[in-house]
């Protein structure tokens, strides 16, 4: 299911996400902070918090994370755009918010398709936050810097010494040519996001999957500019062990709206948890933790001075 739905990529539509101004959190997904108070409609906004608690400002959805033009588009040697990349995550927002609009917010069970919606997005999500990018754009600088070492080495040898060397040569590291691997290392993703998606996908697909719902006039969930959490209750930060989708307590949580929480865990659950105000709490400062830079909240004021766990 997860493969065939990546696989129609070529699913025309109108994006939400403007070509010259690509979101990598969707406003779909974002909109669910928006304020809900009647009289602050016009515009819909969500109200900005720096990492520290301090307040930034109001925006629209369609001003927040979005600040890396033609993050998706694929250029072609024309000079024309290929956008597969963005139509097949406009697919993926399409059916996330179905899923929230038409199941989650009424309670109603979850069917394998939803579930596999939901791992597909929250696999997107994390794979397309500016924190996965900049780690990739680490790994292949790091492999360049090798690979045109090796170049410069060898075209300092001797024809003799070219011929003595071991077959077949290492190319950019990665079977790939170093030339093709410059091109691909100079995208912000890349051409194999939609890969990365699918494989996290069928790791999630593994877990269990809730849907914790919070109580009414209690404290809020706030989502932030890098929303997915992977966390281990038993061994919290600032520990040092890489976390990984096969360890045993591992949680991997996205806030959806500032009412539900969708968690994968590999022990089973109900659909639908009730959870309490402590619950809240912890889950916004796992939300915090993760988060970049900047956290979005439905309210104005907030409630809790964040103070988020040190990283060690």
């Keep these: 299911m997860i493969v065939g739905f990546l696989a129609g990529h070529r699913y025309c539509m109108v994006s939400t996400m403007e070509h010259g101004n690509q979101h990598w959190i969707p406003r779909g997904y974002t909109s669910a902070w928006c304020d809900p108070d009647p009289g602050k409609q016009n515009p819909r906004r969500v109200y900005r918090y720096g990492k520290d608690g301090r307040y930034i400002d109001y925006r629209t959805p369609k001003r927040i994370f ?70 990739h754009a680490e790994n292949d600088a790091a492999v360049l810097r090798v690979a045109e070492s090796v170049k410069a080495s060898m075209q300092q040898m001797t024809p003799e010494q070219r011929r003595n060397l071991p077959r077949p040569l290492p190319s950019s590291g990665s079977g790939i040519p170093l030339e093709e691997f410059r091109r691909l290392a100079a995208r912000p993703f890349g ?26 006039g209690g404290e809020s969930l706030i989502s932030s500019d890098n929303p ?85």
């Design 66 to 135: 979005s600040d890396v033009p033609e993050l998706y588009t694929k250029w072609l040697p024309d000079g024309g755009r290929d956008l597969s990349t963005e139509h097949a995550l406009q697919r993926l927002e399409d059916a996330y918010v179905r899923v929230r609009d038409r199941l989650l917010t009424k309670r109603q069970p979850l069917t394998d398709e939803a579930r596999a919606d939901l791992f597909l997005f929250i696999s997107a999500l994390r794979a397309r936050s500016p924190s996965m990018r900049d780690h």
């Design 191 to 216: 051409e194999t996001l939609l890969n990365q998606i699918g494989i996290e996908a069928r790791l999630l697909g593994r877990m269990h999957l809730s849907i914790l719902v919070v109580p009414p």
């Design 228 to 312: 997915v959490s992977w966390w281990d209750p038993s061994d919290p930060p600032p520990s040092r062990r890489p976390l990984g989708l096969g360890r045993d307590n591992i949680e991997v949580t996205l806030p959806i709206s500032p009412t539900m929480c969708v968690i994968a865990t590999h022990e089973p659950g109900e659909d639908y948890i009730d959870i309490g105000v402590d619950a809240v709490d912890e889950l916004n400062m796992r939300t915090l933790y993760r988060c970049r830079e900047v956290f979005i909240s439905e309210r104005r004021t907030l409630g809790v001075v964040w103070h988020p766990p040190s990283p060690g």
